[in-house]
């Protein structure tokens, strides 16, 4: 039982590429969310999915898509980087309120 | 809309001194609550929850939250601080009607003293 993992766990952009942070989970959780953390500014909700098929923009979607085709997996795509978009990101999955994180992704744009 | 509050974002004590961190919500109905830790280059785990039932819980690590309805405040306790509680904690709620999506107070930074 892996939890929840993450791919990449860094990775530098230059302004204007695109990406996709991966996420997966196999405790079969329909709910999965993407976080950033940034200095000072706790979490923030970008996405979240309550279940496959199913997507919804959290407090700071701009800049991100996503998608959610298996109860598995949670894509994050950045569209265009910016460096606005340098932080640590991590995806979670929920079964009643508990969430499990990953271990997080640290992207750097420049 | 409902919010969370630390007090503090940094907080520092002696070891084996006390660790009291600070956590309060805003919310018309008793919700969920929750601490979570997250240790350096780390992702966050959860230290306690509370949901219905005994007001004062118990985590791992030697945590403990009372949920104090009157004062809608959850702080978090540890009798004897450890080194290795150096982290950075993090108060967060939930709607029990929606108990999936948190809102999260901005953390406190825990520094332990030799």
């Known amino acids: 039982n892996a939890g929840v993992t993450q791919t990449p766990k860094f990775q530098v952009l230059k302004t204007g590429q695109s990406m996709t942070l991966q996420c997966a989970q196999d405790m079969n959780h329909e709910y999965m969310s993407w976080y950033r953390q940034d200095p000072g500014m706790g979490l923030r909700l970008i996405h979240y999915s309550v279940g496959a098929g199913i997507t919804d923009q959290g407090e700071v979607p701009n800049g991100y898509n996503v998608s959610r085709s298996t109860t598995e997996d949670f894509p994050l795509r950045l569209l265009s980087a910016a460096p606005s978009q340098t932080s640590v990101y991590f995806c979670a999955s929920s079964y009643s309120g508990e969430q499990y994180f990953g271990p997080g992704t640290r992207l750097t744009v420049t | 809309a409902q919010s969370v509050t630390q007090l503090g974002s940094h907080v520092s004590v002696s070891e084996g001194a006390l660790v009291l961190l600070r956590c309060n919500y805003s919310?018309?109905?008793?919700?969920?609550l929750f601490w979570y830790v997250q240790y350096p280059n780390q992702g966050l785990q959860l230290l306690l929850k509370y949901t219905t039932g005994a007001t004062l819980v118990k985590g791992i690590n030697g945590f403990e939250a009372e949920f104090k309805k009157s004062e809608t405040s959850f702080h978090l306790t540890k009798p004897s601080a450890h080194m290795s509680d150096a982290a950075e904690y993090f108060c967060?709620?939930?709607?029990?009607?929606?108990?999936?999506?948190?809102?999260w107070g901005l953390g406190t930074s825990l520094a332990v003293n030799p």
């Open positions: 967060a709620v939930a709607n029990a009607g929606n108990n999936r999506k948190l809102i």
């Open positions: 919310s018309s109905v008793p919700p969920y």
